[in-house]
């Protein structure tokens, strides 16, 4: 009996043994050396859906007319009016306007602005009818060259304008142009060879030191050729034929 109650005792404290073991393992964690990396939870980058527009392929834009590229150049440069010039008083032909400190040659009747167009025509792709303001909003252009009108005077004064060739282009010119001619509201004209009339020194002026051009000098609108004599620079200009 007493053996029996001995070895009860003994088989009861070995399980007691066991148990404190787990209970102490339980509550340290695994050891480092059979402990398993923690699983590092995945989780998908979030999916960033690109605007159809920015990646999808785009078709050449269709041309627009160019009549209707300077109406809308006016709308986005939104120039600001001008104040007309008032006529002044003819002092006869090569003499000197005091008001201005040029010498005249030629006079026309006042120009209505709100009337006038500047009419591209001939071998052109899109004859035009241009506005005050759409020439305005073309790229602008400033020079100071002599105004020679041999065995006259010579006159210096700032202009500044719209380049000839940017005229031109909004019009598209043809293959087989050779000549650019200048017509006036008089009927005066003169004329540029194409070559010469597409470089950008040559100009349609506006402006005559920082103002809108003098009625006597030209406004709305006269040609300023650098290098040519005064009969070049057709003022009251109205249309360019391309020829």
Partial sequence: MRVARAYLSFELLGFMIVVAMVLTLLSCG???SSALPSPVP????????TPVAATETLSPPTPTPAATVAAVAADV??????????????????????????????RTDPVDLVTWRLRVTGLVDHPLELTYDEIRCLPKVEASPELVCPGFFVDMATWAGA???DVLALAG???????????SV???????????????????????????LPR????????VIPT??????TKWLVEITVR
Avoid: M
């Fill in 30 to 32: 695994p050891s480092p």
């Fill in 42 to 49: 995945v989780t998908s980058a979030p999916v960033l859906q």
């Fill in 77 to 106: 440069c939104n120039v600001a009016p001008i104040v007309v010039p008032t006529p002044a008083e003819y002092p006869g032909y090569t003499s000197l306007d005091p008001s201005t400190g040029l010498h005249v040659t030629g």
């Fill in 163 to 165: 380049p000839i060739a």
């Fill in 173 to 183: 010119v043809q293959a087989g142009a050779e000549k650019v001619e200048f017509v």
């Fill in 186 to 212: 008089d009927g005066y004209k003169s004329s540029l060879s194409l070559e010469e009339a597409l470089d950008r020194t040559n100009f349609l002026a506006y402006e005559w030191e920082g103002e809108p």
């Fill in 216 to 223: 006597l000098h030209g406004f709305p609108l006269r040609v």
């Fill in 228 to 233: 040519a004599q005064g009969n070049q620079w």
